[in-house]
């Protein structure tokens, strides 16, 4: 089942933060976070496993609350290279992903 | 540098033909993926291979076909059966390591693919 992303959309100016949202109904093995530029290939930001471990980009920093099934993506001074569409991808225990529908973020100067 | 690389870029099918989009890494990755993407829309996932030989089914994989001969390839023919092929399709790949979960994904570039 299809994890939910909110907001569905968010418009910030340069070095405003932002915090995007990512819940599912299912037990989590890990959560996944990749940023979208149009037209383009997803590019992987970073990894939360269950159990707390991390993998990923230096400036952006998520939360994974396993209890609750759900994950956060927290953004901040945001840069105007940080727009592009956020996807969620979730996996459980079968080796595979399953990605929300995205959050499309626009910094704006 | 190592990588993935889809061809080509933009393909266009007609109507009763059958199209193959081609997908090739060599980050020596045993596991490979494809999904498609619709305007607005997340990813969802057609087929996913975890090692040679060996593919299985995701979410909608009706009207696709895929084969795993190599390590390196893992090629995706639409058939005529899929009725709404227009789409942007998007490989991946990841690394295996033991279960193999908790793997970041590659993206290639992707194939978008029109009706004629």
């Known amino acids: 089942q299809q994890p939910v992303q909110s907001p569905q959309a968010v418009i910030l100016r340069e070095g405003e933060d932002a915090v995007i949202n990512c819940s599912s109904s299912?037990?989590?093995?890990?959560v996944h976070w990749y940023r979208q530029k149009h037209g383009e290939a997803p590019v992987f930001l970073m990894i939360?496993?269950?159990?707390?471990e991390q993998k990923g980009h230096e400036k952006i920093s998520a939360s994974f609350n396993e209890k609750k099934q759900q994950s956060s993506l927290y953004l901040t001074a945001s840069q105007l290279s940080y727009s592009g569409t956020y996807f969620c991808?979730?996996?459980?225990?079968?080796?595979?992903?399953?990605f929300g529908a995205g959050t499309i973020l626009r910094v704006k100067s | 540098d190592g990588g993935i690389t889809q061809s080509p870029k933009y393909l266009f099918r007609k109507e009763g033909q059958n199209v193959t989009l081609s997908c090739e890494q060599n980050?020596?990755?045993?596991?490979m993926y494809w999904y498609r993407q619709d305007p607005g829309q997340g990813l969802r996932l057609i087929y996913y291979?975890?090692?040679?030989?060996?593919?299985q089914k995701g979410d909608i994989a009706e009207g696709y076909s895929v084969s795993r001969e190599k390590k390196e390839s893992f090629p995706l023919t639409v058939t005529s059966a899929q009725k709404n092929p227009t789409a942007f399709y998007l490989c991946?790949?990841?690394?295996?390591?033991?279960?193999?979960?908790?793997?970041?994904?590659?993206f290639g570039d992707g194939t978008r693919l029109s009706i004629l």
């Open positions: 980050l020596n990755h045993d596991a």
């Open positions: 291979s975890q090692i040679v030989n060996d593919f």
């Open positions: 991946a790949s990841s690394n295996r390591k033991g279960t193999g979960r908790g793997q970041p994904q590659h």
């Open positions: 939360l496993l269950k159990g707390g």
């Open positions: 299912k037990a989590l093995y890990s």
């Open positions: 991808g979730t996996e459980t225990y079968g080796n595979k992903l399953v």
